[in-house]
């Protein structure tokens, strides 16, 4: 492993011209020389991107030039990972695909609807008074959060944003309609938009943790409700907020604990595995294991 210096930031802001914008950015990341993913849609614009250093705050300081981005949060992640230098610049119906974007309505002052913003210290205020009234419920896909996870949180059985909608929309959450809901993901995007989906079918309380994991991270480390690693950058950079995190994910050949998520060998596929350094020798995911 190696270490890798990210950038990751979203901004829900209408686009009249997403094209345009993905031209503009397209041309600019190919300047500074950093690599990764930028997809426009025309409610905003979300990045996962990695490189050197300076050449990521040069990219930082040309986005913010634009006046419908000029206030976004742009901060460095340093993770340990190899991630493929390549660049990939999209513009898409939608920032997240859950399949609904007619439904999340978006204004210069941000998504109409979500749920009400928390940042680390207002979670733990809001655990605090209410115990185990709350949920924290995972955004993201079921193999992010078996290696990392807020203690206790309801944990998603998806591969996919559109998975998480419908068992939305199927029922799997009901019973959590009349309590604290907190939503999370890794940097804040998914959360904000599952909170308006949920208020938008009729759940009363919904929070989501603002800045995501990567934000409470950088608050209390692994000395708080949050526990193991954070993969990012295309599943293939590991973040970890101490020298003390958990290891909660088992290896899927002898159930060592680890948290490594290696690429499947398989020819043409794009799976993963969660093995232990003892059986990542010839690495296959589990649809090619059988």
């Not at 101490?242 to 604990?257: F, I, K």
Request: glycine letters at 10%.
């Amino acid at each position: 492993m190696v270490s890798t210096t990210l950038l990751l930031y979203y901004g829900l802001r209408p686009v009249p011209d997403p094209h345009a914008v993905a031209l503009w950015q397209r041309e600019l990341a190919a300047r500074c020389r950093v690599w990764g993913s930028v997809v426009v849609a025309p409610h905003g614009m979300a990045a996962d991107l990695g490189g050197p250093p300076d050449r990521l705050e040069t990219y930082a300081r040309a986005t913010r030039e634009h006046p419908a981005f000029a206030d976004l949060d742009l901060r460095l992640v340093h993770g340990q990972g190899e991630p493929r230098p390549r660049l990939s610049v999209t513009v898409r119906d939608e920032l997240v695909g859950f399949g609904a974007p007619h439904e999340l309505r978006v204004e210069r002052g941000g998504l109409v609807g979500a749920g009400e913003r928390l940042g680390p210290h207002g979670l733990h205020e809001l655990v605090a008074t209410r115990g185990d009234e709350v949920v924290l419920l995972d955004g993201r896909h079921r193999h992010e959060a078996e290696v990392g996870r807020f203690a206790g949180a309801r944990r998603p059985d998806a591969d996919s944003a559109r998975d998480v909608l419908a068992r939305l929309d199927a029922g799997a959450y009901d019973g959590l309609r009349d309590r604290p809901v907190v939503t999370y993901c890794t940097s804040g995007i998914r959360a904000e938009l599952l909170s308006a989906l949920m208020r938008n079918r009729g759940f009363r309380e919904v929070y989501r943790l603002d800045g995501g994991i990567l934000a409470y991270g950088r608050t209390f480390a692994d000395d708080g409700l949050w526990e193991g690693a954070l993969y990012v950058l295309q599943e293939r950079v590991r973040v970890t907020f101490s020298d003390h995190p958990a290891v909660l994910g088992s290896c899927e050949t002898c159930g060592a604990p680890t948290y490594a998520h290696r690429d499947c060998v398989a020819p043409l596929c794009r799976g993963w595995a969660l093995l232990c350094n003892a059986c990542a020798d010839f690495a296959l995911c589990a649809a090619h294991r059988n």
